[in-house]
């Protein structure tokens, strides 16, 4: 099931153009791995999708019908969650409160309602500790601080509450860039089960070594442009690794050095 | 906080999942903000029971609880505040505002003193508003903010009680019409056995447990810590940082305007300068009682037991017969001491737990 489907979407602030002329799809169960280099167009492309900026010339379309998200609550509406680098996570808070921080629960009749509701404690937390053993998470206590858990598991617990949240499509953007290997294998693993779960997941990463683990599909960003659009079937980590290190110009630049 | 001490149901063991040991209940104890104030009241007390005689009656024990309610009271709203990451350095003086507005007023009209409290409730309110309004408006830390609004305050109380009555004495209220029905509410105490009972002990323990009631389950509670915690992650998921933080400063101010109403019936006329310093003794209880300087991290019960730390030091020196000079130093030194164990705590609170 095709969820997202771009075709010659193009991005230009000004006279900058950023993105030209790319093509991708979102499927349910599929993870589509966008590569690139710094200032490849990886960030504009995912703006693009989370409703940050609006494309400027080709079609995007939602469920096959053609959508521009004026905004991230109009992406968040159909069912696209972006979880970013920076975790938006409070350190300090239990892990069921930041589960639900900004969409807790609540069980409220006036006088005690809106901000001062109380809240449904019992089930945000059975809820919280659900989603997050769906997702293969399993914490000591969901009453410990989020602080306690590692970067790693602190990006899965951001991708299990996009999830819950109703997500049907996940952007992750770098989520495995300031982690360790071992870390980065959990998120991996998380990746692999928000796949399997169903949704359709946009893994941005600049490491083809990450990518190749978890994509079926893979497009590699320079300059704006697509330089590589292939299945898994077609493509080999070699030839991941090779383009992102710079392909062509690499070999170009081995031989003028003459070693 | 919600952290609890039972146990959780056993993680069921799978090949792929491994399952963690958990902490010990000490170490999870240890976690807990008010542990640390819980423990040095308790040394505290014994070590003022063995010292002075005099504090060796139900008696006085109430008259420390009383003592403890007036700063507790406000206390409890900068406890508050400060887990919301922010300051109020005019809440002492507020409290005397409160009741100058509210005396002069009254007199110089001449009307019924609800009034008058009335009144005085909406200008405290309204600083709390300005206060909160202008560190979020400008993003200046509260720190300087509020170092302001308690300058203008201070200098306000002193001018405006000398160009109203020509002293910095307010006039007696005692013979103003709703002083007794005010009085009850306030400044009134009762006899139960032995002891006297001041209402504003009744009065502590309500607020203290609606602020608890506030932060551990009311979902208001949740956005308190999390704009302590981490204001840009708060409001990326979508909590209202700002109109938070100004009900945190409304909330110290009304607290503020309800011990200086106290403060006026109990003596029927203020003195224009007191209340300075104060702002000093509500943010060591609220530190003394774990609340953590930076924000996002404390409870309620921490903050009274703070109070009491500060009601009991203080007579208890007074009992023990020593200088009460000295109370200054003791709680200077219990604010240090507070401040490294909490900052302990926070290490122990955020260390990775994972095995």
């Known amino acids: 099931m095709t969820l997202i489907e771009m075709s010659g979407v193009g991005k230009s602030y000004g006279a900058v153009s950023a993105l030209h002329d790319v093509s991708l799809s979102v499927h349910a169960g599929e993870v589509t791995c966008v590569l690139g280099d710094n200032g490849a167009g990886k960030s504009t492309l995912i703006k693009i999708m989370s409703g940050l900026h609006p494309h400027s010339c080709g079609v995007m379309t939602v469920d096959g019908s053609p959508a521009t998200f004026a905004s991230p609550r109009e992406a968040l509406d159909r069912g696209i969650a972006t979880v970013y680098q920076d975790l938006a996570v409070v350190p300090l808070m239990e892990v069921w409160r930041n589960f639900f921080l900004g969409a807790e629960l609540t069980a409220g009749t006036f006088p005690l309602s809106g901000f001062l509701s109380g809240m449904k404690i019992k089930d945000m937390k059975r809820i919280a500790d659900e989603e997050l053993r769906k997702m293969g998470i399993i914490v000591n206590d969901i009453n410990q601080p989020i602080g306690t858990l590692s970067g790693g598991q602190r990006q899965c617990v951001a991708i299990a509450r996009a999830v819950y949240f109703g997500a049907r499509v996940l952007i992750l953007d770098e989520p495995t860039a300031a982690l360790g290997v071992k870390q980065s294998g959990v998120v991996l693993k998380y990746v692999a089960a928000a796949r399997d779960a169903g949704l359709g997941v946009v893994f941005i990463t600049h490491n083809p070594h990450h990518a190749y683990l978890v994509g079926d599909h893979f497009i590699i960003l320079k300059l704006g442009a697509a330089v590589l659009d292939k299945p898994r079937a077609e493509v080999t980590l070699d030839e991941l690794t090779t383009q992102m290190a710079g392909g062509e110009e690499l070999a170009e630049l081995s031989h003028e050095l003459g070693r | ?355």
């Open chain 2, 1 to 355: 906080m919600s952290h609890s001490v039972r146990a959780a149901p056993p993680v069921p063991a799978s090949p792929e999942q491994p399952v963690r040991p958990r902490s010990s209940i000490g170490n999870r104890l240890l976690v807990r903000p008010e542990v640390g104030a819980l423990v040095a009241a308790l040394v505290i007390f014994v070590f003022f029971l063995a010292a002075a005689p005099a504090f060796r009656s139900a008696e006085s024990f109430f008259t420390v609880l009383y003592q403890a309610s007036t700063i507790g009271i406000v206390a409890v709203g900068v406890g508050l505040l400060m887990i919301g990451g922010e300051f109020d350095l005019s809440a002492g003086v507020i409290t005397t505002s409160a009741g100058l507005v509210s005396s002069m007023f009254c007199w110089w009209f001449g009307v019924n003193l609800w009034i008058g409290a009335l009144l005085s409730l909406i200008f405290c309110l309204f600083v709390g508003f300005v206060n909160g309004w202008l560190v979020m408006r400008t993003g200046i830390p509260s720190f300087l903010i509020t170092l302001g609004t308690f300058f203008v305050l201070q200098g306000a109380n002193l001018g405006v009680t000398k160009l109203v009555t020509g002293s910095v004495t307010s006039p007696d209220i005692s013979g103003i019409d709703g002083y007794d029905s005010l009085g009850a509410i306030f400044s009134s105490s009762f006899k139960a056995g032995p002891v006297t009972v001041w209402i504003t002990v009744i009065w502590w323990v309500l607020f203290v447990a609606v602020a608890t009631w506030i932060l551990t389950r009311a979902r208001v509670g949740n956005w308190v810590y999390a704009v302590g915690g981490a204001p840009d992650s708060a409001r990326a998921v979508g909590v209202p940082v700002v109109r938070t933080k100004i009900g945190l400063f409304m909330a110290v101010s009304f607290l503020g305007w309800f011990v200086g109403m106290h403060t006026l019936f109990r003596f029927n006329t203020l003195q224009a300068g007191n209340g300075v310093g104060n702002e000093f003794l509500y943010i060591i209880a609220a530190v003394v009682g774990g609340t953590l300087l930076t924000g996002g991290f404390g409870n309620a019960a921490g903050v009274a037991i703070g109070a009491f730390i500060f009601g009991m030091t203080n007579l208890g020196i007074v009992y023990a017969g020593w200088d009460p000079n000295w109370f200054k130093a003791f709680l200077g030194v219990m604010l240090l001491l507070a401040v490294l164990v909490n900052l302990y705590i926070k290490k122990m609170a955020t260390a990775r737990r994972t095995a």
